[in-house]
């Protein structure tokens, strides 16, 4: 993707379609084994955005790279918990990955309606 000059707001929207996609997926396969198949869209999307994400966050700082990056990754991995929690105690991960992804769309909406007025300001014309 980078590749082809995909940029920042159109990974985090791809990668936010692809979580929801599966996710609902998931919440409709649930009693089959098959819902292991729609899982792959929501490792897909997590495979999209972390690194996207991670890199955005730390370009800033790059004199403390080490700590920042542990500080974000120990986030993470606190909500990925906090996510299993919630589908440990309701016992339904459709419903949890699709309350999660529904939830990412909105803040990743959010996100990169800012970044698109800020490419639109910056371009000129």
Request: glycine share 8%; proline share 3%; charged share 10%.
């Amino acid at each position: 993707m980078i590749g082809k000059n995909w940029l920042f707001p159109a990974q985090l929207t791809l990668a936010c379609i692809l979580s929801l996609t599966g996710a609902v997926l998931v919440l409709l396969l649930e009693a089959t084994v098959w819902f292991v198949l729609p899982m792959m869209l929501v490792v897909m999307a997590y495979g999209i955005a972390i690194p996207n994400i991670l890199a955005r966050a730390l370009r800033h700082y790059k004199d403390c790279l080490g700590t920042a990056g542990a500080i974000l990754s120990l986030m993470y991995y606190l909500m990925l918990g906090g996510g299993l929690v919630l589908a440990g105690l309701s016992q339904n991960l459709g419903a949890v990955l699709t309350l999660c992804s529904l939830s990412l769309l909105l803040l990743g909406w959010c996100v990169t309606s800012v970044d698109w007025r800020c490419l639109k300001v910056e371009m000129p014309e």
